[in-house]
């Protein structure tokens, strides 16, 4: 059985953009948001740090974009770090009308008094949060307004098959007109259809062995656009998060890198610094040579992890900034205001994506992308610290903008066809996704990671290449399943990643090869853009 559900605007990722591109519309705008797994759980909710934006008299719009280009290895696209950071104040203005209860400051000289602290790569503090589960505070405060708006419908445990596009039901025009969903909790797909499709669903740090993000950044926007006939860029810049909390029984924990802004430092084993040593910022370097220096460090030394201390500040005060961490660290043993915590960098960010214009709009007409999945330009070669969100809520705000302004002119979808599974049975074999699945993760993790080489690409390569045909084999002849589908997708991004990273000949940012350790400076910067059916090229991608 197919059930048919009819929307103006369908959207997938129930987190900062896809409910602020929700909220944004106008409420005559009939508006579905699809979660693959509860409507909060996704990595907003998680998020710890903070948001980007220039607030102070002693900060200013050149000093966030110049630390911004500057961490992304001048590989961001100054047009949109210029249009995201300048629309930034606005946008927390409309947190807070919304009810974001972010920490204030009594002795801040402005009327707002947010409390800004500082995160590594910036200059000075710009960092507004909400303790330090300023995620949370964003998250729960949008699904609090999303339910209170009668033209927005939540569907919890949806999880996206693949877009329907023009191309796919033989019209003459090409454009996405909605998608085929497995509903999880019946056990049935279901096609959805709307003028608009936007995919909010984050980005595949789960292609990783370890990672700091839930089980939902599996890359499933990223595969589907690309099956869609979407080009991708830059896949070949993964971010690891350098601190993430380390218990041999326990998934990986991130610690906010404002431990590090408001004064902790890393320390070997033996209680050594050693920042100082790989960059004149030393604990405030950006993500990508902290992790590096993790990873340098951990293979030198043989060493599990390494250790992050900030017991020298008072009890009070670390309680105070960083109660979810304190509280997690007790839960696991460990007591941050007497002793350094030990940490190790894990899978975080996706900084390449779907390539979308400043409205948030891809190649295929109708369909858009915000959030992580996208690759807008704003990150570059690099993602600085707290510029995530500020993307989710700038660029959710222009797509809603630009749909709301064309809607009218969209046509209404056609009908489509039911989903197929005429000639699919239900697997007795599900050892071979867990198998596959473990075996992709470990596979990127180890050939395709912090540090490469031209070998470990290739060995890479091989095996994602026979997964991809044991995949696409058993998706064609069993009835499809959350695990399945997702496996299907990460199967599809790790292929993308290394044929990024393959096709980049220098290491710039997060890609960081032995075999081209050096920055091309021989020609100006280009981004890595991958197009279905042709081969890998380079360019800015707009």
């Not at 503090?125 to 708006?149: I, N, Q, Y």
């Not at 019209?171 to 608009?196: D, M, P, S």
């Not at 993430?244 to 326990?250: N, V």
């Not at 320390?267 to 920042?275: A, C, E, H, S, V």
């Amino acid at each position: 059985m197919v059930t048919d559900n009819s929307f103006d605007v369908l959207i997938f990722g129930s987190g900062a953009a896809g409910l602020t591109l929700a909220l944004r519309l106008p409420e005559y705008v009939r508006v579905a948001v699809l979660a693959k797994g509860t409507e909060s759980e996704g990595c907003t909710l998680y998020a710890q740090g903070g948001i980007s934006v220039v607030t102070e008299e002693t900060d200013t719009f050149e000093s966030h974009i110049a630390d911004t280009l500057d961490a992304g290895a001048s590989l961001n696209n100054p047009d949109t770090v210029r249009f995201t950071i300048e629309r930034a104040p606005a946008a927390i203005r409309w947190l807070v009308d919304l009810g974001v209860p972010f920490t204030r400051d009594s002795e801040a000289s402005k009327h707002d008094n947010f409390h800004l602290t500082r995160e590594g790569g910036h200059s000075t503090r710009r960092v507004v949060h909400a303790a330090d589960a300023t995620g949370r505070a964003m998250e729960t405060t949008l699904l609090d307004a999303a339910h209170g708006r009668r033209n927005i419908t939540l569907l919890e445990h949806h999880i996206a098959i693949d877009l329907i596009t023009g191309h796919k039901l033989g019209l003459a025009h090409n454009r996405c007109v909605g998608a085929y969903v497995l509903n999880r909790e019946k056990q049935r797909v279901e096609a959805f259809r709307a003028r608009k499709v936007v995919l909010a669903t984050g980005g595949a740090s789960k292609v990783y062995l370890y990672t700091s993000n839930p089980d939902t950044s599996s890359g499933d926007g990223i595969a589907m656009a690309w099956r869609a006939g979407c080009r991708v860029a830059n896949m070949e810049f993964n971010q690891f998060h350098p601190t993430c909390l380390y218990h041999p029984k326990a998934k990986s924990f991130l610690v906010t890198e404002a431990v590090r802004g408001e004064g902790g430092r890393l320390l070997l084993p033996d209680g050594t610094p050693f920042m100082e040593r790989f960059d004149a910022r030393g604990n405030l370097a950006p993500r990508d040579i902290v992790a590096r220096a993790i990873d340098h460090e951990m293979k030198r030394l043989g060493a599990e992890y390494i250790l992050l201390d900030i017991s020298h500040k008072p009890a009070p005060f670390i309680k105070e900034h960083f109660p979810t961490v304190y509280a997690r660290c007790r839960e696991l043993g460990y007591d941050m205001t007497l002793e350094p915590i030990p940490v190790v960098p894990a899978a975080h960010y996706t900084c390449g994506g779907v390539i979308t214009d400043l409205h948030g709009r891809t190649d295929l007409p109708a369909l858009y992308a915000v959030g992580e999945v996208a690759c807008t330009g704003m990150h570059g070669a690099n993602r600085m610290a707290s510029n995530s969100l500020l993307e989710c809520l700038v660029f959710g705000i222009s797509a809603s903008e630009h749909i709301a302004a064309t809607l009218d002119d969209t046509p209404l979808p056609p009908v489509v066809p039911a989903w197929d599974e005429s000639r699919v049975r239900d697997s007795d074999e599900e050892v071979v996704v867990s198998h596959n699945w473990d075996e992709l993760r470990r596979c990127m993790w180890n050939y395709v990671g912090i540090v490469r080489t031209d070998k470990r690409l290739q060995r890479a390569w091989r095996r994602v290449d026979l997964l991809q045909q044991e995949i696409q084999e058993y998706y064609s002849n069993f009835t499809v399943s959350n695990d399945l589908l997702e496996l299907r997708n990460l199967a599809q991004v790790a292929a993308l990643i290394i044929r990024s990273a393959q096709s980049r000949k220098e290491s710039r940012g997060l890609h960081f090869t032995l075999d081209y350790p050096e920055l091309d400076t021989s020609r100006p910067p280009t981004d890595t853009i991958l197009v279905p059916g042709q081969p890998q090229a380079t360019g800015r991608a707009e």
